[in-house]
């Protein structure tokens, strides 16, 4: 850790589910190095029961957190007030900061109209996902890719969640030299703390995240039928809300009662490690529309249940996959029926590969410990920053 950094001040903005994810483990890692950090988390158009929430942490203590209340409003509304929190809270505090992370284009975006009247030193552009084709709409898509270029070509820095989106913005006429890949990582310590505790039910999958269409749950609740009459144990779980969710809970209904479990938002994180550690098999099942960004986003949820030490089912969506497959941590499939059932009950009968794909997932995890990603990715922009 450059010392440095200590004395830092660092303003971060994200949208967000309020579920633990890698723009969390950023600002749990930045609170606790820098002298002052303000964390400011606006909630995603289908959480908007919730409100924004700003902490502020001063040498890693929290000094004081205000939630802000929920408001119901057409989409470009509500992220125009969103735009109007981020700048005016910032600017109510009366201090220019070292650095400002936005953790998508319109946060980042509010990070350069705060460069430019010299509240903020340097802005960096955190890319968690990028699409092609993000809305079905010609405009609205359009409009998106202009704010995206637009946004990165000004920043100062720029993160890419994958070598995909890296490769997208450098398409887009993004210099090379202000972008980085920093991939989602884990906490390795907590993790291998779950990874160890038994017991693990053979039978149980688990699925973590949104749950929307692109995420492809459905072809796992449709499977579930067939599994279980060669495995009648089999069950799924599953952590996490979203717009899809009454179609999911739908087609569940069709099921036993206690095959498929809806666990909703945990707590925290240590309750959805624990859930997962106890679970056998972690799934990835993104389906293969043009319009989802699964293929460009880096698969954070994935890194998490290896650590935990469940092999993975996944589809042939990202480029990461094809390390799990290579490093034999998980069976890799088409979005298809027959093949996620036969994976489900390969992992679920045979001991053997079971043990094997479990201890390879345990060792590709070890490589994305969350600290040591964004101590290598901050060490290019921490210089001048004072």
């Not at 200590?6 to 949208?15: A, D, F, I």
């Not at 890698?22 to 609170?31: D, E, I, K």
């Not at 030490?309 to 499939?333: C, N, Y």
Request: net charge positive; hydrophobic share 45%; aromatic share 10%.
């Amino acid at each position: 850790m450059v010392r440095s950094f200590k004395n830092l001040t660092v303003v971060e903005v994200q949208h967000t589910t309020f579920a633990w994810g890698t723009t969390h483990m950023l600002a749990n890692f930045l609170r606790q190095e820098c002298v002052l950090f303000v964390y400011l988390q606006h909630p995603f158009e289908h959480f908007r029961f919730y409100g924004a929430r700003i902490s502020i942490y001063g040498r890693g203590k929290e000094v004081r957190t205000r939630a802000l209340s929920s408001t119901r409003a057409p989409i470009p509304l509500l992220l125009l007030r969103d735009l109007a929190v981020t700048l005016l809270y910032v600017v109510s505090m009366k201090r220019r900061f070292h650095l400002y992370i936005g953790a998508d284009a319109l946060n980042a975006f509010s990070g350069i109209v705060l460069r430019s009247v010299g509240l903020v030193s340097r802005n960096l552009f955190y890319a968690i996902d990028w699409s092609p084709r993000r809305f079905d709409n010609t405009v609205a898509n359009r409009i998106y890719h202009i704010v995206q270029r637009w946004v990165a070509r000004r920043s100062d820095f720029v993160w890419c969640a994958s070598d995909r989106i890296e490769l997208a913005f450098a398409r887009l006429g993004v210099g090379r030299s202000k972008l980085s890949v920093v991939p989602p990582g884990v906490d390795l310590n907590r993790a291998k703390g779950y990874a160890g505790s038994p017991p693990v039910d053979r039978g149980c999958m688990i699925f973590i995240g949104s749950l929307t269409q692109e995420k492809g749950l459905q072809l796992v609740v449709d499977a579930m039928a067939s599994i279980r009459e060669v495995c009648p144990s089999a069950t799924l779980k599953i952590i996490g809300t979203g717009p899809y969710e009454k179609v999911l809970r739908q087609k569940a209904s069709l099921l036993e009662p206690t095959v498929v479990e809806f666990l909703g938002r945990l707590g925290n994180q240590d309750e959805a490690l624990r859930v997962i550690a106890q679970s056998a098999i972690g799934l990835a099942t993104y389906h293969p529309n043009d319009r989802s960004y699964s293929g460009f986003a880096f698969p954070g949820k994935v890194i998490e249940y290896m650590a935990c030490g469940l092999p993975v089912i996944a589809t042939r969506t990202h480029e990461f996959m094809d390390r799990i497959e290579k490093s034999r941590a998980g069976i890799l499939i088409d979005y298809d029926k027959s093949q996620f059932v036969n994976a489900a009950v390969s992992l679920m009968t045979n001991d053997v590969l079971y043990q094997q794909l479990r201890k390879n997932a345990i060792a590709l995890a070890s490589e994305f410990d969350y600290r040591a990603i964004f101590e290598k990715a901050l060490a290019r922009i921490w210089e001048g920053l004072e």
